[in-house]
T-cell receptor
Framework: EDKVVQSPLSLVVHEGDTVTLNCSYE??????LLWYKQEKKAPTFLFML????IEKKSGRLSSILDKKELFSILNITATQTGDSAVYLC??????????????FGTGTRLTIIP | KAGVTQTPRYLIKTRGQQVTLSCSPI?????VSWYQQTPGQGLQFLFE???????NKGNFPGRFSGRQFSNSRSEMNVSTLELGDSALYLC??????????FGPGTRLTVT
């Protein structure tokens, strides 16, 4: 059974701190790993990672994938209160007949204290 | 506790047809949200139902509709299917409306 595990489950830090969120996975026929930020209702897409060792960066957020060790990290530097959210990791796997399956982790709840 | 279930898991339809997808939330969860995922797009929010009422709606055409029943089960309907509607449709249930638990999804292919 495909599995995506995120850690920590929750994290509380002060504004300005740097945080690292982890996502490990066990899937068959891995295709990509995705990070989402979920504040209220709809998760917001952050990154899609398909290749090992290539860092994706967007402002203060960055992410990297290690396909050998089967994990990804999401870094947020100089955190702000607006970064408070649940961060979801999802892994896309290719099933037979070209169909894909998406397995989500349960998320890391990040709280930034002013 | 059983997780979120979605049926069917896979579906193939032709252009112009309509389709109905079903979602059963985790027991006790009253909020059900629907999302569409297409390659490279990430999750796109369709709508959310809470206690049989649509509470939030994303930016999708009126061909996409939904409803929720008194037992919190939800259905999503897409009429006059287009090729671009081919996607993975995810349902998520929530107790609080904040943390969401996603179902396995329904893979819809429109030919």
């Amino acid at each position: 059974e495909d599995k995506v595990v995120q850690s920590p489950l929750s994290l509380v830090v002060h504004e300005g701190d740097t945080v690292t969120l982890n996502c490990s996975y066990e899937v068959t026929n891995f295709r990509s790993l995705l990070w989402y930020k979920q504040e209220k209702k709809a998760p917001t897409f952050l990154f899609m990672l398909t290749s090992s060792g290539i860092e994706k960066k967007s402002g203060r957020l960055s992410s990297i994938l290690d396909k050998k060790e089967l994990f990804s990290i999401l870094n947020i530097t100089a955190t702000q209160t607006g970064d408070s959210a649940v961060y979801l990791c999802a892994v896309e796997a290719v099933l037979s007949f070209g169909n894909e399956k998406l397995t989500f982790g349960t998320g890391t709840r990040l709280t930034i204290i002013p | 506790k059983a997780g979120v279930t979605q049926t069917p898991r896979y579906l193939i339809k032709t252009r112009g047809q309509q389709v109905t997808l079903s979602c059963s939330p985790i027991s006790g969860h009253r909020s059900v949200s629907w999302y569409q995922q297409t390659p490279g797009q990430g999750l796109q929010f369709l709508f959310e139902y809470f206690s049989e009422t649509q509470r939030n709606k994303g930016n999708f055409p009126g061909r996409f509709s939904g409803r929720q029943f008194s037992n919190s089960r939800s259905e999503m309907n897409v009429s006059t299917l287009e090729l671009g509607d081919s996607a993975l449709y995810l349902c998520a249930s929530s107790l609080t409306g904040y943390e969401q638990y996603f179902g396995p999804g329904t893979r819809l292919t429109v030919t």
